[in-house]
């Protein structure tokens, strides 16, 4: 069964930084793309980043580029999001999901940026 | 502004037929790559109910069903029930962003 467990979120203050985890299992984790998506409460989806087999190729919504850096560990099963200089926009509920077929999502790890 | 179009919300009464709309572009749908449609409950996470365009993950009712023309897709709901109330976004991949996009959502309303 393929399982997906983000971790790291909590309450952090504007500017500060956080980093994201999610363990995967149930599937060959090198196979496959991963991707971070977030919805901010009352709102819709919006993708976030996403990392091709080996982390040799990453992409980001314009919104979190410079600021957040996807990466994994295929040794550990784990993917990251390291978020820094963070914004009261930010604050979402933070999704890591997997890019097979059929796509698989974790439960989500809830962040907030509030002073 | 979300990259693929829904309209904001749909309804029907229970037993009826609904469909929602998904439009995109030449650089998403109409590239093509596939569409996915999720169904989210108010404080739990995305649902899948279609993948690769038209195929339903095992546990999702025939009720269900996708469809794909050109840079658009839809999702057509029938014999409504009222725990199909929800929110639901469509889905794709972009080749200028080299990254998922979604839907805005379409709230779904069982009168």
């Known amino acids: 069964e393929v399982q997906l467990v983000e971790s790291g979120g909590g309450l952090v203050q504007p500017g500060g930084s956080l980093r994201l985890s999610c363990a995967a299992s149930?599937?060959?984790?090198?196979?496959?793309?991963m991707h971070w998506v977030r919805q901010a409460p009352g709102k819709g989806l919006v993708w976030v980043s996403r990392?091709?087999?080996?982390?040799?190729?990453?992409s980001y919504a314009d919104s979190v580029k410079g600021r957040f850096t996807i990466s994994r560990d295929n040794a550990k099963n784990t993917l990251y999001l390291e978020m820094n200089s963070l914004r009261a926009e930010d604050t979402a509920v933070y999704y890591c999901?997997?890019?097979?077929?059929?796509?698989?999502w974790g439960q989500g790890t809830l962040v907030t940026v509030s002073s | 502004q979300s990259v693929l179009t829904q309209p904001p919300s749909v309804s029907g009464a229970p037993g009826q037929r609904v469909t929602i709309s998904c439009t995109g572009s030449?650089?998403?749908?109409?590239?093509?790559?596939?569409v996915y449609w999720y169904q989210q409950l108010p404080g739990t996470a995305p649902k899948l109910l279609i993948y690769?365009?038209?195929k339903r993950p095992s546990g999702v009712p025939d009720r269900f069903s996708g469809s794909k023309s050109g840079t658009s897709a839809s999702l057509a709901i029938t014999g409504l029930q009222a725990e199909d109330e929800a929110d639901y976004y469509c889905?794709?991949?972009?080749?200028?962003?080299?990254?998922?996009?979604f839907g805005g959502g379409t709230k779904l309303t069982v009168l």
């Open positions: 030449s650089s998403n749908i109409g590239a093509p790559y596939d």
């Open positions: 999901a997997v890019s097979s077929a059929p796509i698989y």
């Open positions: 149930g599937f060959t984790f090198t196979n496959y793309w």
């Open positions: 690769g365009n038209n």
């Open positions: 889905q794709s991949f972009d080749n200028s962003l080299s990254g998922w996009v």
């Open positions: 990392i091709n087999y080996d982390g040799s190729s990453t």
